[in-house]
């Protein structure tokens, strides 16, 4: 089990380094991962040729990398899967060398609605990303939606 730390994780170490005094009280031990591979905030974990991060960085600013999952992979010339985008968005695409590249783009995980998205940005796939014979950088994937896990899982 992999756990790429995301921006809300940071926040945890943030607060314990800009307030020292706060050491010990607030940290990742609070987030129960001791049977996890952790991994820090933004740096891309590699697994059978798919990078996992929360977001892909531009390389030049540090920001989340823009555009759509398409723009993304021939951006990044790599397959990945990747969070923080309230959206679900998927490319794949040949590359010359032989095979497949895959990008994903799988940011909400939760059943209520943000009150800062307004109405129409409200309306995104919420659920999880399954990838299925991964190998070489290239998986199938397979979306499962959160309120199908609550009513099937809880």
């Keep these: 089990m992999v756990f790429v730390m995301g921006n809300h994780e940071a926040r945890l170490a943030r607060v314990a380094k800009d307030a020292p005094e706060m050491s010990g009280f607030v940290g ?12 820090d905030f933004l740096k ?5 040729g798919i ?5 892909l960085q531009n390389a030049f600013t540090g920001k989340p990398l823009g555009g759509n ?10 397959s990945f899967v990747c969070g923080h985008k309230q959206t679900l968005d998927i490319a794949i695409r040949p590359v010359i060398s032989g095979g497949l590249q895959i990008g994903i783009i799988c940011g909400a995980c939760y059943l209520h609605k943000e009150d800062y998205l307004g109405y129409t940005a409200n309306n995104h796939f919420r659920g999880i990303t399954m990838l299925h014979n991964v ?4 998986g199938n994937p397979s979306f499962v939606d959160t309120q199908y896990l609550v009513d099937n899982y809880l």
């Design 44 to 48: 891309p974990v590699e697994i059978n």
């Design 51 to 55: 990078w996992f991060t929360h977001y």
């Design 69 to 78: 999952a398409l723009n993304q992979l021939k951006t990044v010339g790599q």
């Design 28 to 39: 990742y031990h609070l987030l129960n991962l001791q049977d996890w591979e952790t991994h």
């Design 135 to 138: 190998k070489d950088g290239f």
